[in-house]
């Protein structure tokens, strides 16, 4: 990314609310698959709902976006009680995490397809990834609109085909559309330990 990137990120943050956003659903809807500590990453976190989330859920947790903007909001937000967050202003796309270095990574909202395999690579042995973000099926205008940073039908499971799938959701236009989960793929997936 660049600076145009950072300052695109600044002035959407700069204009959006200081509500408290929820933690994706992937993340927000099981809550159980967490291990009991560990070292988490909210990958481009932005307003870091799901940061929040796992710094509750008892998680040394690590926070970067490219936009101070959204940071400084986040540290607002975490001023009461969260002692167990690391705001970081980092660009993934350009720095992205150790090897090794996490035992739990969560994505939303956000597609970088050649840093999958550092994300991979990043996650411990057992580690989890919980990872949702937007499909090219989609029943309204929700998202971007550029399909390049869309998904295709069933990509997530083909993108980390290296991982064990713990859990995936992508309902595409089946059935009901007026109903469900849809416009956005969910998957939950752990590093084995013989990885």
Partial sequence: ????DEDKWDRIYQGS???IIQAAD????????LP?????????????????????????TYA???????????ANKAESGSTNLVLEKRDIVSH?????SFDVIVVSRFLQRWLV??????LRKEGLLFYQTFTKARVDETGPENPDIRLDENELLNLFKPLRIVHYREEGLVGNIDKGFRNEAMLIAQKLAND
């Fill in 117 to 122: 395999s550092h994300i991979i690579n990043a």
């Fill in 96 to 100: 992205p995490p150790d090897t090794n």
């Fill in 36 to 60: 009991k500590n560990g070292k988490a990453l909210d990958a481009a976190c932005g307003s870091g709902g799901n940061a929040l989330f796992l710094s509750n859920h008892g998680l040394e």
């Fill in 1 to 4: 990314m660049s600076q145009i």
């Fill in 64 to 74: 970067w976006d490219i936009s101070q903007v959204a940071l400084n909001k986040l």
């Fill in 17 to 19: 609310e200081d509500k």
């Fill in 26 to 33: 992937v993340l927000r809807k099981n809550p159980h698959l």
